[in-house]
């Protein structure tokens, strides 16, 4: 697509706007899944809350930045809405991939500290089973856990089936 060159600066900033608040939101999931980690095996998270929000806010800028850079001096056409260098394009899912991977190791854990939890109480009701299974699947989507299958699709055009489903 034309991007007038009065829009195109704009629209560049909105682009890299938008990548950094969905880096944010997958730095957040799994700030997210920390907080809930550390509370299950410690007895308090509130003294690591400014680690956490740093996480959150700060380290998107560490891979929106140089991908803006990187944008700039080798791909600067348009409105940047298009990845045609791949390698451009990795600087900012490599992270995303990583907050991924960070949060269903994290989800692993948890369900492995309940399950243990409930044996530890060795309670036979099956409401405390149903609500072992219930936080377990709100857990899912909280920690994205639901991004480990659709990690690895494409995002750009054609159409394999994964990407499909996605």
Same mark, same amino acid.
């Given at each position: 697509?034309?991007?007038? @060159?009065?829009? *195109?600066?704009?629209?560049? #900033? ?21 907080? +809930? ?7 308090? *998270? $509130?003294?690591?809350? @400014? ?9 998107? !800028? =560490?891979? #929106?930045?140089? %991908?803006?850079?990187? $944008? ?7 409105? %940047? ?6 390698? !451009?394009? %990795? &600087?900012?899912?490599? @992270?995303?991939? #990583?907050a991924v991977a960070v949060n269903f190791v994290v989800f692993v854990?948890? #369900? ?5 939890k409930v044996r530890a109480h060795q309670v036979s009701r099956g409401d405390t089973r +149903? $609500? =072992? ?9 909280? +920690?994205?856990?639901?991004? &480990? ?8 055009? *054609? ?8």
């Amino acid at each position: 697509t034309a991007v007038s @060159p009065q829009a *195109g600066p704009a629209c560049r #900033v909105a682009q890299s706007l938008a990548q950094y608040c969905v880096g944010a939101n997958y730095a957040w999931a799994m700030a997210e899944g920390l907080f +809930l980690l550390r509370l299950l095996v410690a007895t308090s *998270g $509130r003294r690591c809350v @400014p680690a956490f929000l740093l996480l959150g806010w700060g380290v998107p !800028v =560490l891979f #929106v930045v140089p %991908w803006v850079v990187l $944008r700039y001096l080798y791909e600067n056409e348009g409105c %940047w809405e298009r990845n045609e260098k791949v390698v !451009v394009w %990795w &600087v900012i899912r490599c @992270p995303i991939l #990583v907050a991924v991977a960070v949060n269903f190791v994290v989800f692993v854990r948890i #369900v492995r500290i309940l399950v243990a939890k409930v044996r530890a109480h060795q309670v036979s009701r099956g409401d405390t089973r +149903l $609500r =072992l299974a219930r936080s377990t699947l709100t857990l899912i989507p909280l +920690l994205g856990v639901h991004e &480990v299958v659709f990690a690895l699709a494409g995002e750009g055009e *054609g159409g394999g089936g994964l990407r499909l489903a996605r």
